[in-house]
DNA sequence: GATGAATGAGTGTTCATTCAT
DNA sequence: TATGAATGAACACTCATTCAT
């Protein structure tokens, strides 16, 4: 019944899934997980409610697969952050930080917007922990070796930051002034200024 | 000639407003704004559905006047921070921002989940900007009188730092080390350590 | 304990009353039963809603007496219309219509709202009816004397004018040319022209 | 590919959409259309609420299709009455009109039911002002040629006692003796009688 | 694999009516 | 007599989900 081969079927799960993440993903950042309905998601992803359902047991689904993807991509990147110096490195994370508020404001978006919703879904707030304990210790780690007095308390407090950079990102839009900020931080933590 | 005195009557308005809005206040908080619908809200306060409409005007208009209520009640508190030393003026903004986390943690919680509807709804947009502007203008003149060397950029990153670590409380609940960060954020900026 | 004597009381129900039937009146005419609460019709009135129903058991209580009401204030009327001439007496009956279509337009409005209600409120059918019944035989006799050869096939379509003329009324309003076919109907039937 | 053959699909639609405006129908023309909830037009058609919005946006939606598709069915029934004598076409017309307030009731009730919603919906009045302008020209051009000394002014009489005889139609139905009426217009107006 | 017609529980909102004062 | 706070059933409408094809 079936003419085609397996390897090209599953390349047509591939495909769809992909499209369907895709809308799903910018639908969702731009609109809040409550406010996109699956319906929007299909259309935007130019197939049916019914083929959806094929790849997703349901919304609450979608969103958790689109969030372990999202986490995914972003898992490596900071292998290719890390310089000789650490002080680079550090200067290289700010970069990294801003260059992604940037070009990918949904992405920021999306992850807030999940932050949100910890109390209903467990998933959320086991990943935001897990992702927030490994970025502490690889920044206390990094403030360490550049011989700041308290890396812990400064580490925690450079985790913070990036946080609320992201939101008055998003508030502020395009009157946030990032590049101002940007310099200035990496004047204060790497290039030892105002010390 | 009136057949409940009007005070009387007054006094009933504001005890059912209360109940709503404080019912409202935490659902909200808790679960967001379009996951909490108008049953629970009424339910949570002890009233009826019909009866919500007769004080708020719509949900969206709950909202508002919850926003407008939150934001006039930590209005004033800013004046009575100041000391004549502006470091202790700082250090009294931080243990303020510490105490409102873990005293009034869904007050944060709230003004965050509006934040998130800013797309959404204008009113949302507008406050926050105001709020912002003038927190950052009240920063930047504490730590000029500080004789910070970037009084504007430092500012802008304990604006940041503000929101930041609301949001992380809010992820990370008890396991945040407030007590910890608080002092590290004392010393750091007025006592001068680590300078 | 009640200082009043009772005829004054009996002064204030009637004002009262009174004030309730114009508001209900000129507002259901006007945007139609259904569509006219009784919060409406209460703030109309310059009375709470509660007092309403000191008057009227229910909102459908409320235009029954509406029509009854309506119905009496133009029982007697047909008395003065009456002349010597049969043909004075029918000219005076399309003046009297066309007078009232100019100068209470809401109480044609507010029979045909009521026409309509009639599979709804028993009472409006059988007012209808009676009304109907009444008319056709004062036509009758009218048309009979002015020795038209059927009177009573034409007293019923005088009947159906009147209520289609009053529709077209409605429908056209500004741009219904009422003096031409007052005229025109006179002429018709008073003055013997076209015959 | 396609999982149903899209005639298929449109047959089922179409099946759908008959069966509610067939319910929707009759439920407006008896009790008009604030009077009839939605639930009602569902369980009439036997379909689910939900369903009645995939095929009309809003119920005044409903509505307004309802009254195209009515007014679409008369719409090229003038033609067919048109006769070489004008008098032959006039008398078609009265047997037309008769034959469809005894055929078709709940036509002429919902046309009236929406004429009142004249205020409520402009589509209504613009569709009822074309309508009756229409037809007036068409009745005049019928009356010159069959020498009425002034053919607006009886024409105009005939358009309000169509509507004024559907109006009483509504109201006494059974006992409206509507044989005599059709049987005296005809010899008044086509046969010469009376004159 | 893919569709979209169909469902029904749920949403925010309205409103006639009641009743303590 | 008069008020208006309070109720709850009903309303139009939405949407995640199912399933026959």
């Known amino acids: 019944m079936s003419p085609r081969i397996p390897s090209k079927n599953e390349e047509i799960r591939q495909e769809s899934m992909k499209k369907i993440m895709e809308a799903a993903f910018s639908l969702i950042a731009k609109q809040g997980y409550e406010s996109t309905s699956i319906a929007q998601i ?4 130019g197939v049916s409610k019914g083929l959806l359902y094929n790849y997703f047991t349901s919304k609450e689904d979608l969103l958790k697969q689109l969030i372990d993807n999202a986490a995914a991509q972003g898992e490596n990147v900071m292998a ?3 310089a000789d110096d650490p002080a680079v490195t550090l200067e290289n994370i700010f970069k990294w930080l801003f260059k992604e508020l940037r070009e990918r404001p949904d992405y920021f978006r999306l992850l807030m917007e999940l932050t949100f ?3 209903k879904f467990q998933f959320a707030h ?3 922990l897990q992702k927030y304990t490994g970025y502490l210790k690889f920044l206390e780690d990094l403030l360490s ?3 700041f007095p308290d890396p812990r308390g400064e580490a925690s407090l450079l985790a913070a930051l990036f946080d609320g950079i992201g939101i008055q990102w998003m508030v502020i839009k395009d009157d946030y002034p990032s590049e101002e900020i940007e310099s200035f931080l990496i004047n ?3 290039k030892g200024k105002y010390k």
């Open 145 to 147: 070796q550049m011989n």
């Open 80 to 82: 290719e952050l890390i």
């Open 126 to 128: 086991d990943l935001a």
């Open 188 to 190: 204060k933590y790497c």
């Open 42 to 45: 299909a259309k935007g992803a």
């Open 117 to 119: 919703k910890i109390d």
